[in-house]
T-cell receptor
């Protein structure tokens, strides 16, 4: 069983569209994250949720709206997609903060905006 | 979080030990050293972490110097599947709002047959 799964794996869409990426973890973790990896390969945190509550929002444009319906899911909705949103988006989870625990990452969603 | 410095890239031979250095000279007493790796087209994968003692698990060993200003990740018998970008991250011990990992550029390790 995949611990952290994201769908879709690939997403190609036109500028201006709205799209969602789904993430589910079956590890029983209470904290979930979204990271963005741009073309230069730097991984940057976007959001983190603990027990469905937003903990971190790293100055991400408000076109990006995470939604956590329960502890096992953290979805990412993106409005009015722009070319610069093209990147690989990774979902991750951990038990509690990552100070002394490991984080598990999904396989990524490659978003291409044309 | 303390900053880390890693070599941009390194090669190693299959079957030999790979020693990956990391400098973290501004590390403070309550910061852990973490290692993650990212194999091409996959999500990052946790390898190991430690505070001040050396640590070993089924994947690797972590050697932290006595002054904690640097550390070395050791892959004891590198295989072609170990080719990846390796990230050294320094993190504060668990605090209420400690919920993020800050990834740098990492070291691109290429294992050659």
């Amino acid at each position: 069983d995949t611990a952290v799964s994201q769908t879709p794996k690939y997403l190609v869409t036109q500028m201006g569209n709205d799209k969602s990426i789904k993430c589910e973890q079956n590890l029983g973790h209470d904290t979930m994250y979204w990271y963005k990896q741009d073309s230069k390969k730097f991984l940057k945190i976007m959001f983190s949720y603990n027990n469905k509550e937003l903990i971190i929002n790293e100055t991400v444009p408000n076109r990006f709206s995470p939604k956590s319906p329960d502890k096992a899911h953290l979805n990412l909705h993106i409005n009015s997609l722009e070319l610069g949103d093209s990147a690989v988006y990774f979902c991750a989870s951990s038990q509690g903060g990552t100070g002394n625990t490991e984080a598990f990452f999904g396989q990524g969603t490659r978003l291409t905006v044309v | 979080d303390a900053k880390t410095t890693q070599p941009t890239s390194m090669d190693c031979a299959e079957g030999r030990a790979a020693n990956l250095p990391c400098n973290h000279s501004t590390i403070s007493g309550n910061e852990y050293v973490y290692w993650y790796r990212q194999i091409h087209s996959q999500g990052p994968q946790y390898i190991i972490h430690g505070l001040k003692n050396n640590e070993t698990n089924e994947m690797a060993s972590l050697i932290i110097t006595e002054d904690r200003k640097s550390s070395t990740l050791i892959l004891p018998h590198a295989t072609l599947r170990d080719t990846a970008v390796y990230y050294c991250i320094v993190r504060v011990a668990p605090l209420i709002n400690d919920y993020k990992l800050s990834f740098g550029a990492g070291t691109t390790v290429t294992v050659r047959a």
